[in-house]
C-alpha cells in the first residue's frame, strides 16, 4: 500500500522529504517557492551542491538573493498543478484511498499529455 501523499492541509516543507529521496540524483538547481523556505532544505541542498532557488520569508534575518530567470520556471510547473486542478476529483481529493487517488493523478495526466497530439499535422 502506498502511503506517499500527505494530507491537503499539511505545510509544503514538511513532504519535502517524499518527494526528494536520498536515492535520486542530485539536481543542478531547486526550484520552490516561500512554503519551502526552511533551514534544513537548504542544508539538504547545499550538501548535494545544488542551487536553492527559494525566496526568503519575511521574518528570516539573513537574506539571501534568488536568481529570477531559474525562478520564473517555477511557473511551468504550476501551470501544470493548475490543469491537474481543473479535473474536480484531483483538486478536491473526493478518493480516501492513496491508490485510487493517485491512479486517478495518473489517468488525469494522461488526458493532459494525450491533448498534445490533438490536431497537430
Given at each position: 500500500m502506498r502511503t506517499d501523499v500527505t494530507p491537503g492541509q499539511t505545510s509544503d516543507h514538511k513532504g519535502f522529504d517524499l518527494v526528494m529521496g536520498d536515492h535520486l540524483p542530485?539536481?543542478?538547481?531547486?526550484?520552490?517557492?516561500?512554503?519551502?523556505?526552511?533551514?534544513?532544505i537548504r542544508d539538504w541542498a547545499e550538501a548535494r551542491d545544488t542551487i536553492p532557488v527559494i525566496p526568503m520569508r519575511r521574518h528570516r534575518k539573513a537574506r539571501a538573493g534568488v536568481d529570477r530567470t531559474l525562478y520564473a520556471l517555477r511557473n511551468l510547473v504550476e501551470r501544470c498543478f493548475g490543469r491537474l486542478k481543473n479535473s474536480r476529483r484531483v483538486a478536491t481529493r473526493y478518493d480516501k484511498a492513496v491508490e485510487s487517488f493517485l491512479g486517478f493523478v495518473d489517468v488525469a495526466c494522461i488526458r493532459l499529455w494525450t491533448r498534445r497530439f490533438v490536431n497537430t499535422a
Open positions: 542530485a539536481p543542478g538547481a531547486l526550484l520552490a517557492d516561500k512554503g519551502h523556505d526552511a533551514d534544513r
